[in-house]
């Protein structure tokens, strides 16, 4: 239960080390999202991602063409 190897991105699967389990601060406190992605990604991943896909997210999040909210609710 205790397992201290490297986390695993649920979005790129890459390999990535959250700060949550360790002594260093996370990397992801460096990325500003808003509450509504935070709200998505908490539905879709289940966990923490690695930084460059927080980053990207965030850049995302700048750009209103791009809702995942609002295009989920019109499926
Ligand atoms: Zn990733």
């Given at each position: 239960?205790?397992e201290?190897?490297?986390?695993?991105?649920?979005?790129?699967?890459?390999?990535?080390?959250?700060?949550?389990?360790?002594?260093?601060?996370?990397?992801?406190t460096?990325?500003?999202?808003?509450?509504?992605?935070?709200?998505?990604?908490?539905?879709r991943?289940?966990?923490?991602?690695?930084?460059?896909?927080?980053?990207?997210?965030?850049?995302?999040?700048?750009?209103?063409?791009?809702?995942?909210?609002?295009?989920?609710?019109?499926r």
């Open positions: 239960m205790s201290a190897g490297p986390d695993r991105c649920p979005r790129c699967g890459g390999a990535f080390r959250c700060g949550v389990n360790g002594a260093a601060p996370c990397p992801c460096t990325i500003t999202l808003s509450a509504a992605q935070r709200a998505d990604l908490r539905q991943y289940s966990g923490c991602l690695c930084l460059r896909c927080l980053a990207e997210l965030e850049r995302e999040g700048s750009q209103p063409a791009d809702h995942p909210v609002m295009r989920a609710a019109s």
